[in-house]
């Protein structure tokens, strides 16, 4: 018996072993042989390869094993093998920027909480991969690589692959909703959609992800669907980034009152100042021109007293800041407001006093010190202002910037830009001594240039700025003076010092502009020589900022024109742009544009030549041509292009010819029904009417019965459009006879009545 018990004892332990056996060989195949656990009649065995046998003591009654737990930790340790091979594949793909291949690998996977989270990893990869190509289109414009060219498509493509993966998330929602996109997940893909420049309709992306996001909120009513303060922030700054226009700014003011409307409920959504900053960014850059600065002003304005109100000691969250002054300067300096040059003064007067003359406190209510973008910006607006006086003003500002920096108010002082833009302002100044006030201000610059006052060096932009004054100017000296100017910065370009100071496209532009005031035939072959040497210059270095566009030889041709003479020089030059243009449509900067064009029809009109007036007009049915054909839709013909060619028909002598004079007629007429019969050339403007009455004038005879009957004809056309100006009336008593006009004027014409005309 004791063998017989024996020997059972001794199967028993051969059954025990086996089964261990098998299980330690189980294990092995699934990979969990290193630390794992397995439970095993109630006790925790730690399995470690090459390792001593565990032994173990037999458990209490408390610890007695369950199958169930067996098959539990069974069964995970085999899904957690599934989950890292489909981790590990996902993983590799988007490491290879292989997105569309992972989302399409994911789709024939079983719906689960390792299913969403491969989503979410092809997710926060397409972000990473949108971050670093952003990085990398920011580098190529600062260095401003070739021609600057964004990779739009793969944005566009990284943006779609981000909305996709959102979209299958929220169909593994509809099997189970702890499988559903939380707030984050969306956080994500709005954030590269509203931090993309480059593809269109982002603002209205980043909404409807906003209204997925309430819509699941308002289903579930679950904290985690609430959308983020972040996400509201990438979805404003969509409005200002890409989609600028009404509808933008518009967009961005609601999703910034709909972020007040529930911050109550969710305090973490609460509008702060960046929010607001980005609003006001969409409202500035909207194209309202007539309406922004003051929308601008009035968010402002909320943000003021919001900071001055809060009573708690704390600054208000939407405290304005410096950056919210500058938005609000640079919309009213851009726009085409009413004194938005006044306002944008006053706005930087208040800025300092806000800031109560203490750069950096924190004890003040509002900390925005102007610094130097503030004055420049409203320096800028004052320089783009038509109001009298303007560049006084600019100088005034250039002047109280100085004067408190030497006093050490203010750390912020004038540097090239300032003194760019203030001589800008004294370009567009009418005032008689534009000039002396210009090159006054420019000597300021040059000096500080020399003693490195405010690190101040010597800038082709302020060169460049200093030479388009002269070109405004009417200066008698003004092509010697920029002339001087153009080969001290060629001299000086190697030397320490000089290295932003070399000459560019735009210099040869001013240059030429300047030169051609002088109206000669030398100064037009200068001209000519300089575009010869620029044209040379560029195909020998290929530095881009020589490269030749359209706006140089439009200031070549109007050197020509100036000239009175050889035409036919303009006529080959636009003849050459043509060509080159026509064979290689991509050559963008010299498309020829209907202000070439008219600067041409003006070099045959203001010559000497013979038949000129036909010569103009001939090249105004080019220009028809051109545009109709769909060659050259810049070509398109405007109300200048018209009323060039009837200049010329106005002025062209016939030396008493008569029939030469009838010829000149017909083009007239010819070319004002061009414009009068259709509106896709523009509309008559007074001009347009004066240039006729005095072809009338002086190519009717006085005889002709005709002559009245036009001019009569033309003066009440003019009149039913209500482009009546001062020099109407004294051009239609000449073209007219005196009974005539004396009928026309009724008793306007004896001064019992002033002349009232409507427009009908």
């Not at 003693?451 to 002269?470: D, Q």
């Not at 060619?645 to 002598?653: G, I, S």
């Not at 001009?687 to 005879?701: D, E, G, K, P």
Request: hydrophobic share 35%.
């Amino acid at each position: 018996m004791m063998l017989r018990g024996r020997h059972v004892v001794s199967r028993v332990r051969f059954a025990i072993v086996i089964t261990a056996t098998l299980l330690f060989l189980f294990l092995i195949l699934i990979g969990t042989i290193p630390y794992c656990q397995a439970y095993f009649i109630g006790k925790t065995i730690h399995i470690q390869p090459r390792g001593p046998v565990t032994h173990y003591a037999p458990s209490s009654s408390q610890d007695t094993p369950r199958l169930a737990s067996i098959h539990a930790s069974m069964s995970s340790s085999f899904s957690h093998s599934i989950e890292s091979q489909l981790q590990t594949e996902i993983a590799s793909l988007c490491e290879a920027g292989q997105f569309n291949n992972a989302i399409e690998t994911l789709e024939h996977s079983p719906p689960d909480d390792d299913k969403k989270s491969c989503y979410v990893m092809v997710l926060n990869s397409l972000v990473e991969h949108h971050k670093q190509l952003e990085g990398q289109q920011i580098e190529r414009k600062q260095k401003k690589i070739a021609i600057y060219k964004p990779t739009s498509n793969e944005d566009a493509l990284h943006l779609h692959q981000a909305n996709n993966v959102l979209q299958r998330l929220l169909e593994l929602g509809e099997i189970d909703s702890d499988l559903l996109p939380s707030a984050e997940e969306f956080n994500s893909v709005i954030q590269i959609w509203g931090s993309s420049a480059f593809v269109d309709d982002a603002s209205v992306q980043c909404h409807n992800h906003l209204k997925t996001l309430w819509s699941l909120y308002n289903k579930h009513k679950d904290n985690k669907f609430v959308p983020l303060n972040t996400s509201y922030y990438y979805a404003i700054r969509a409005c200002s980034m890409r989609d600028r226009g009404s509808d933008a700014a518009k967009l961005a003011e609601n999703l910034m009152e709909e972020m007040e409307s529930v911050c109550l409920d969710h305090p973490q959504l609460t509008v702060d100042r960046s929010i607001a900053n980005e609003v006001l960014n969409a409202l500035s850059k909207s194209g309202q021109k007539f309406t922004a600065g003051r929308r601008c002003e009035t968010l402002l304005e909320k943000m003021i007293e919001m900071a001055l109100s809060n009573e708690n000691g704390e600054r208000h969250k939407m405290t304005p800041d410096t950056t919210s002054f500058n938005i609000v300067l640079n919309a009213l300096a851009q726009g085409k407001e009413k004194n938005a040059d006044v306002r944008a003064e006053s706005l930087l007067e208040r800025m300092e006093s806000l800031s109560s003359n203490s750069e950096g406190s924190s004890n003040v209510a509002i900390n925005c010190p102007p610094d130097e973008t503030s004055f420049n910006t409203v320096l800028n607006g004052w320089a783009r202002s038509r109001q009298r006086g303007a560049a006084e003003r600019a100088t005034s500002i250039l002047d109280h910037m100085r004067k408190r920096n030497e006093a050490g108010l203010s750390k912020v002082h004038p540097d090239w830009s300032t003194y760019s833009t203030v001589l800008k302002a004294w370009a567009g100044s009418r005032d008689r001594k534009a000039t002396h006030r210009a090159e006054a201000i420019f000597e300021e610059y040059q000096k500080g240039c020399e003693v490195g006052k405010w690190g101040l060096s010597h800038n082709s932009l302020t060169y460049n700025s200093m030479i388009n004054c002269y070109a405004k100017s009417k200066y008698p000296e003004a092509g010697k003076r920029a002339t001087e100017l153009f080969n001290k910065m060629k001299a000086n370009s190697v030397k320490k010092g000089w290295e932003l100071c070399f000459v560019d496209i735009y210099t040869y532009t001013s240059l030429i502009d300047a030169i051609s005031k002088q109206e000669s035939y030398d100064s037009s072959e200068l001209a000519i020589s300089l575009l010869q040497e620029v044209e040379d210059s560029f195909k020998e270095t290929g530095d881009k900022r020589l490269q030749p566009n359209v706006r140089l030889y439009t200031s070549v041709v109007n050197a020509i024109g100036r000239s009175h003479k050889d035409p036919n020089r303009a006529q080959d030059i636009v003849n050459r742009l043509e060509s080159s243009y026509l064979e290689e449509p991509t050559q963008w900067e010299n498309k020829p544009d209907v202000v070439l064009y008219n600067a041409l029809i003006n070099a045959y009109g203001w010559s000497d030549i013979e038949g000129r007036s036909r010569k103009c007009f001939e090249i105004l049915n080019h220009m028809v041509s051109l545009h109709q054909s769909g060659k050259l839709s810049d070509a398109k013909p405007d109300t200048v292009s018209i009323n060039s060619v009837l200049n010329a028909c106005a002025y062209e002598k016939t030396n008493n010819t008569q029939s030469k004079s009838d010829d000149i007629m017909r083009t007239a007429v010819e070319t004002f029904e061009l414009l009068n019969n259709s509106s896709n050339y523009g509309k008559p403007d007074p001009s347009t009417y004066v240039q006729v009455l005095i072809a009338i004038t002086n190519h009717m005879a006085k005889d002709d019965d005709k002559r009245d009957a036009m001019a009569e004809a033309i003066f009440l056309k003019c009149a039913a459009n209500g482009l009546i100006c001062p020099v109407t009336i004294p051009k239609l008593h000449a073209a007219i006879s005196l009974p005539r006009f004396r009928n026309l004027m009724g008793s306007a014409f004896t001064g019992e009545k002033p002349l009232r005309l409507r427009r009908t």
